[in-house]
Nanobody, 123 residues
Framework: QVQLVESGGGLVQPGGSLRLSCAAS????????MGWYRQAPGKHQRELVA????????RYADSVKGRFTISRSNAKNTVYLQMNSLEPEDTAVYYC????????????????WGQGTQVTVSS
């Protein structure tokens, strides 16, 4: 099973910025898509924030367009989320996701989730 290690969460004031990172460990040949989802306080379901394919095709939630930027390093099997102009409504646990993992051994893994990192936007 893929191991996803997240970093970069924390407390930030409204209007501030944070950069999240998520690295997938293992002898990985490729990951079709990586992305970020979040679960806000009081919500029982994770919502899509942004995803990016190995070819660089991106998808964003309407609520974060123009403020967040997703990117990845295929060589490092790492996905990033640059979050600017943060708002209190962005407060949530952010989860990293990897989908469609091929290992050098030939093994295929549908994907997995990180444990989540807390992002709190408050003055």
């Amino acid at each position: 099973q893929v191991q996803l290690v997240e970093s970069g969460g924390g407390l930030v004031q409204p209007g501030g910025s944070l950069r999240l990172s998520c690295a997938a460990s293992g002898i990985i040949a490729s990951i079709h898509a990586m992305g970020w989802y979040r679960q806000a306080p009081g919500k029982h379901q994770r919502e899509l924030v942004a995803t990016i394919t190995s070819g660089g095709v991106t998808r964003y939630a309407d609520s974060v367009k123009g403020r967040f930027t997703i990117s990845r390093s295929n060589a490092k099997n790492t996905v990033y989320l640059q979050m600017n102009s943060l708002e209190p409504e962005d407060t949530a646990v952010y989860y990293c996701n990897a989908d469609g993992i091929t290992y050098w051994s030939g093994t295929y893994d549908r994907g997995g989730w990180g444990q989540g990192t807390q992002v709190t936007v408050s003055s």
